[in-house]
């Protein structure tokens, strides 16, 4: 069965670097997404992304977070410099439509951020 | 502002019993709602999605409720069994927008033997 796959499952970062968290999405969708959670907390919405572009991004979305689909299989999630409150765990999903009652999200994995 | 409420945090109980999570919402009224299980390290799997119009949803053990009036979701699941211990969240999409899913803090069910 189809998965989404996401590198690496763990990474430790000194605060002010930059990070790339990396995701394959399910092949034939369309529409993707990053999620956080921070450890004990809700799982929370950062961004969607379809044809190219955002479609959607919460408060937690500043400036130091971008997203990119650098080629047709990769979906990236780049932290400019990083801060102690971006350490979580950090999921990308994906999904063949949007919005519709139909639509279901396929989540990675996860990557474990630690940002010390 | 929307709001999800998962009401317990932790259930407990016996192999073989009905498990009953329960799911409150506020300040809206989404298409539809959707059920996960998240085991610890992992990222949530899909389980169930329930529309508005619909009343029920079943799949294998799994039942879930969708009461608009009452504003809230049940998650059952029958015959449980200890493979049934995880973390079960609640969700649907955004009123701004449909893509954006908005999760509840979700029920650690714990089925012992």
């Not at chain 2, 009452?70 to 893509?99: E, M, N, V, W």
Request: glycine letters at 6%.
């Amino acid at each position: 069965e189809p998965e989404v796959t996401q590198t690496p499952s763990h990474q430790v970062t000194q605060m002010g670097q930059e990070v790339i968290l990396r995701c394959v999405p399910i092949s034939n969708h369309l529409y993707f997404y990053w999620y956080r959670q921070i450890l004990g907390q809700k799982v929370e919405f950062l961004v969607s992304f379809y044809n190219n572009e955002i479609s959607e991004k919460s408060e937690i979305f500043d400036d130091q977070f971008s997203v990119e689909r650098p080629d047709g299989s990769n979906f990236t999630l780049k932290i400019r410099s990083t801060k102690l409150e971006d350490s979580a765990m950090y999921f990308c999903a994906s999904s063949e439509t949007s919005g519709g009652p139909g639509e279901t999200q396929y989540f990675g994995p996860g990557t474990r951020l630690l940002v010390l | 502002s929307q709001k999800i409420e998962q009401n317990s945090e932790a259930l407990n109980i016996q192999e073989g019993k009905t498990a009953t999570l329960t799911c409150n919402y506020t300040n809206y009224s989404p298409a539809y709602l959707q059920w996960y299980r998240q085991d610890p390290g992992r990222g949530p799997v899909f389980l169930l999605l329930i529309r508005e119009n619909e009343k029920e949803k079943r799949k294998e053990r799994l039942k879930v409720t969708f009461d608009t009036t009452l504003k809230q979701s049940l998650f059952h699941i029958t015959a449980s069994q200890p493979a049934d211990s995880a973390t079960y969240l609640c969700a649907f999409p955004s009123y701004s927008s449909a893509s954006k899913i908005i999760f509840g803090s979700g029920t650690r069910l714990s089925i012992r033997p």
